[in-house]
């Protein structure tokens, strides 16, 4: 794996402990507003990861489909993250 992989998967994991806290907090009975705030972080975290791995698609899969000339393949992955962006606003 690439530093790049290696860093994202262990931002996932920590996310992943992040979750399991609050399913314990929640198991606890803890104060709602100490839950939502993790809820928020994790949120945050996510939102960072998802970035690294639009920047990398950007970076890698659009970057080769215009090097290729391939206009097919292009609009293909154009139309993927016109569609990603369409569901994120749902």
């Given at each position: 794996m690439t530093d790049k992989t290696n860093?994202?998967?262990n931002r996932l994991n920590r996310i992943a402990g992040?979750?399991?806290g609050v399913a314990k907090m929640i198991e606890n009975d803890r104060y709602c507003i100490?839950?939502?705030?993790?809820?928020?972080?994790?949120?945050?975290?996510l939102a960072?990861?998802?970035?690294?791995?639009l920047k990398d698609h950007a970076a890698c899969c659009i970057?080769?489909?215009?090097?290729s000339g391939d206009a097919e393949q292009q609009r293909i992955k154009?139309?993927?993250?016109?569609?990603?962006?369409?569901?994120?606003?749902r």
């Amino acid at each position: 794996m690439t530093d790049k992989t290696n860093a994202k998967v262990n931002r996932l994991n920590r996310i992943a402990g992040q979750v399991q806290g609050v399913a314990k907090m929640i198991e606890n009975d803890r104060y709602c507003i100490d839950i939502l705030h993790q809820i928020q972080a994790i949120k945050s975290a996510l939102a960072k990861v998802e970035s690294q791995v639009l920047k990398d698609h950007a970076a890698c899969c659009i970057a080769e489909s215009i090097a290729s000339g391939d206009a097919e393949q292009q609009r293909i992955k154009f139309e993927e993250l016109v569609e990603l962006m369409e569901r994120q606003r749902r």
